[in-house]
């Protein structure tokens, strides 16, 4: 279950920027996972409070956003959206396109006192 491994890095970088400015509690945290990440949000958030515990972060609500993939055609360069990561494009039925955006994860925020 790699999400373990995910959540770890995430409470590793939240932990030591919350330190560095002096938070004593990290309240919330608000993470961002593209459509086309393959991670389970569900995963995430079991492993988040087992990962926290006797961290800045414990206790912390843990908040996931979903970005949508984003793709340009290569052949016609319209932008879409695609559902799937093998979905063609819409205006001339090309597979080969470049991804924008939605197949990464990232921390979008944290929250403390
Ligand atoms: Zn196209």
């Not at 919350?18 to 990290?26: D, S």
């Not at 016609?76 to 959206?81: L, P």
Request: hydrophobic share 40%; net charge negative.
């Amino acid at each position: 279950m790699h999400e373990l491994s995910l959540c770890e890095s995430i409470v590793t970088l939240v932990v030591e920027s919350a330190g560095r400015e002096g938070i004593r509690r990290v309240t919330r945290v608000t993470v961002d996972i593209g459509a086309g990440a393959a991670i389970d949000p569900d995963a995430l958030l079991f492993c988040f409070p087992l990962v926290t515990e006797d961290t800045l972060a414990a206790r912390a609500e843990l908040a996931i956003e979903r970005t949508a993939l984003k793709a340009r055609c290569d052949a016609c360069g319209t932008d879409y959206a695609p559902d799937t990561l093998i979905a063609p494009c819409p205006a001339c039925g090309g597979t080969r396109r470049t991804l924008l955006a939605g197949r990464d994860m990232r921390v979008v925020s944290f929250e403390g006192e």
